[in-house]
């Protein structure tokens, strides 16, 4: 069976999307997912999500990993399913929309190509020595660094990915450069095993960590650079909470096509 598949980025987070609207998703072969997901033997993409359809909310986004396994929340996939909504005719400038860290909303322009998502609330931020620790839909390590650009993020992402603490569960890991009037964040993601080009629940956790290690507070807004371009996290923070979470960014479409099921 043929099965028409779009590809979209967001900062170069890039993602497999399918239409299943009209029917419920079940039977997935995880491992024709991580091929469809292969850059060699498939489409290529750091994850693939479906765009189901749900009684209290426009659409369920159902995201996998480029590993073939269901995935915790994707803040980039979140932003470029809702720009496929959009695309698809589902929305126009607004949605509420369900995730698997539950329901979502969301702002996109009129051209379809910014996305405003609405995450997670959160209060509760640990350390792990000098880094931070917090779930934001995905668990997140983030750690302060200089001279980020010529990091080595692969291994030494890799390997706090697996170490003792992390390994069973699995976990994000986030190395920020304080640049003063942006952050500079790379992310080695659980579930790709690699470095990505962006990642949206990650720069969310780095800029909530870095208000708290500041000790910011009030609206704030903050810019973030990763390798595939620009993003900003918007929030409230009352010293203890962070509320009114906002991941602001890109989400394109890059290209359509057929795949064989």
């Keep these: 069976m043929n099965i028409h598949f779009f590809k979209y980025q967001g900062a170069g987070n890039d ?115 000098e880094a931070y620790v917090l779930n934001t839909g995905s668990p997140h390590y983030v750690a302060r660094m200089e001279n980020l650009a010529t990091y080595d993020v692969y291994h030494e992402g890799k390997a706090i990915r697996n170490n003792e603490t992390y390994k069973k569960e699995g976990i994000n890991v986030n190395f920020v450069e304080d640049k003063g009037d942006h952050l500079f964040v790379r992310t080695f993601e659980r579930g790709v095993e690699d470095e990505t080009y962006a990642c949206g629940t990650g720069v969310t956790a780095v800029a909530l960590s870095m208000a708290l290690h500041k000790q910011q507070s009030g609206h704030l807004k903050t810019p973030v650079k990763v390798l595939g371009g620009d993003l900003s996290v918007e929030f409230d923070h009352n010293g203890r909470q962070f509320t009114n979470v906002f991941l602001c960014g890109p989400a394109e479409k890059v290209f359509e096509g057929e795949l064989n099921w």
């Excluded at 072969?29 to 489409?43: A, L, N, P, S, T």
């Excluded at 750091?46 to 749900?54: R, V």
């Excluded at 369920?60 to 803040?75: A, T």
């Design 15 to 129: 993602f497999i999307l399918i239409d299943h609207s009209a029917s419920p998703v079940k039977d997935i072969d995880y491992e024709w997912v991580k091929k469809i997901c292969d850059r060699r033997f498939g489409v290529g993409g750091d994850g693939l999500m479906f765009l189901t359809s749900h009684p209290d909310y426009d659409f369920e986004m159902l995201y996998f990993n480029s590993d073939g396994r269901p995935g915790s929340m994707c803040g980039n996939g979140g932003r470029c399913i809702v720009a496929f909504a959009k695309h698809l005719g589902i929305i126009d400038k607004e949605t509420n929309f369900l995730a698997v860290d539950g329901p979502h909303y969301a702002k996109i322009s009129a051209e379809g190509n910014w996305v405003e998502l609405q995450m997670i609330d959160i209060d509760t931020i640990s350390r792990d020595g």
